[in-house]
């Protein structure tokens, strides 16, 4: 199916390029285009030439109730008809959005004042009232909610109309980065509470920038500009979201006019629509981190430090960058990736030495190398292929094991830390531009994607999480990425940039996070 994918986007009149990387006789790279772009549905017609925004990424939406998903594609959508207290512009600093200005009052408060006059699309007011109503829904075990920022608050005060207290169990230093979005969306109490559940996740009223008008699952989403809103209406009269599984449809929507932009684009799928008629591909340095996650609790080879720093010196990152990722990421040094707060430049990448590699591998008592497993969701395959190849020529021989994305994510928050065997590929959005983002979940020794142990690095975490001086934290975050440079719990890989192909109708830029808040988005 791939196969003939490519020879009709050939058959066009051009070849697609593809990164492809030779080591040990295997041939890496583009194998084949990921299934991440769709058929996006062609209704200029229907649209006429109005003001309208149309948008692909690589899926639907879960759900339209924002805090019943915790997914950028879902949030994606959701960002533009739902409003968050803080925001992160463009400039990645936050932004005061729904709350004006925040203060913490006391080490377990944070104070934010709100935005006087804003009102929901239903008329309904968005006051302090509104805001504690749905930061207590979202923390409720009823609501079975899936977002997880919010874990150190236990309460909320209405302080009065416009002022709310947020309390915590311990301070919490990035609070307010965490309301910026997934934990911060706010909804209405009174219409929530005679629509329900269900019928409000059918037809979302939020105080966002687009108001919800229909929805076609797997094949279209319209919203419309909201007159109404506190920042003034938006510049499109209507946005259009269409799920996107595969390049070549891409690029027929794209030349067609059916689809001004396409996110959510891999390297790989960029490649092929390089070069075409009517397609730009606009490249913004992102902050999605991507690492190989090394299971040390379980008895084998990985429980030896030697070997774990021997595999970081055999993965040439930056030849797997230029020559699998057409050069559209950046190295990361240690987990924590450049542009959030915490990271520390001192901290250098790996040399990438096979002689060193191997003499590790030696010491470690594996001279002739040895077997292994290498899991990744399917989306990532050609990444998978290349770093098994890139292994192979220090002699360790990872078998690569594909998931398709549903059992991968269920597997990867599973309860059972051996569930995606000795060594898996994963990947984390720090949309909060903090690098407590990428290290809460995957570092301390008591949270559910750890497969490292150490006292120090629990230490460390404890302070960068709860402190209240920036310095202090920083210098946590410092010693915490050298901790891990010498443990090597992870195999350090590179920060993906955003990536979109688009016509020359739109006019947008996104933030590091690559979210697609369009509010400030404008059509020719």
Request: charged residues 20%; proline residues 6%; contains cysteine.
């Amino acid at each position: 199916m791939e196969r003939s994918h490519q020879g009709r986007m050939a058959d066009r009149g051009r070849p697609t390029r593809r990164g492809v990387l030779r080591t040990g006789g295997l041939l890496l790279g583009a194998l084949g285009a990921p299934a991440l772009l769709s058929a996006c549905g062609t209704n200029a017609a229907a649209d006429g030439a109005g003001n309208v925004l149309r948008v692909s990424q690589p899926g639907d939406p879960k759900t339209l109730d924002p805090q019943k998903q915790g997914d950028m594609v879902s949030m994606n959508v959701l960002i533009n008809m739902f409003d968050t207290l803080t925001t992160r512009g463009r400039d990645n600093q936050l932004h005061p959005r729904l709350a004006v200005s925040w203060t913490a009052t006391d080490a377990r408060t944070w104070r934010f004042a709100l935005r006087p006059g804003v009102t929901f699309h239903n008329g309904e007011a968005c006051d302090a009232r509104a805001v504690a109503f749905s930061i207590e829904r979202l923390l409720d075990p009823a609501t079975k909610s899936p977002i997880v920022e919010l874990r150190y608050v236990k309460g909320v005060t209405v302080v009065d109309r416009l002022t709310v207290d947020v309390h915590t169990t311990v301070h919490d230093p990035i609070l307010p980065a965490k309301l910026s979005l997934f934990g911060g969306v706010v909804l209405p109490p009174r219409h929530l509470a005679e629509a329900g559940d269900a019928a409000f996740a059918e037809h979302p009223v939020g105080t966002g920038p687009f108001t919800f008008v229909n929805w076609r699952r797997d094949h279209e989403l319209r919203m419309r500009a909201y007159a109404g809103h506190w920042n003034g209406r938006p510049s499109v009269d209507g946005l259009v979201f269409s799920p996107a599984p595969n390049a070549s449809s891409s690029l027929a929507a794209l030349q067609s006019g059916g689809v001004d932009l396409v996110a959510g684009l891999t390297p790989d799928a960029a490649q092929q629509l390089d070069g075409y008629s009517g397609v730009t591909l606009d490249g913004y340095t992102g902050i999605r981190t991507s690492y190989l996650s090394l299971n040390t609790l379980e008895r084998g080879p990985l429980q030896d430090r030697r070997v774990r720093q021997a595999l970081n010196h055999a993965i040439d990152v930056p030849l797997l960058i230029k020559a699998v990722l057409g050069g559209k990421a950046t190295e990361t040094p240690a987990l924590v990736p450049r542009g959030a707060f915490g990271f520390d430049p001192a901290v250098k990448p790996f040399t990438r030495s096979l002689e060193t590699a191997r003499t590790l591998l030696a010491e470690a008592g594996h001279p002739h190398g040895f077997a292994t497993t290498l899991t990744a969701s399917n989306i990532d395959s050609n990444v998978a292929e290349a770093l098994s190849g890139l292994l192979a020529r220090a002699g360790v021989r990872a078998r690569v094991n594909l998931l398709d994305p549903g059992t991968y994510a269920a597997r990867l928050t599973s309860d059972n830390r051996g569930a995606l065997g000795p060594i898996y590929l994963a990947a984390s959005t720090v949309w909060t531009m903090d690098g407590q983002s990428i290290v809460q979940s995957n570092v301390r020794s008591d949270r559910r994607q750890s497969r490292w142990h150490s006292k120090e690095a629990d230490r460390l975490i404890d302070i960068e999480e709860l402190s209240e001086s920036p310095e202090e934290r920083k210098r946590a975050f410092s010693d915490l990425q050298r901790l891990m440079r010498r443990e090597a719990p992870f195999v350090f890989l590179y920060q993906l940039d955003n990536i979109f192909a688009r016509n020359d109708r739109p006019r947008w830029t996104p933030g590091s996070a690559g979210v697609l808040a369009m509010e400030s988005a404008e059509v020719s």
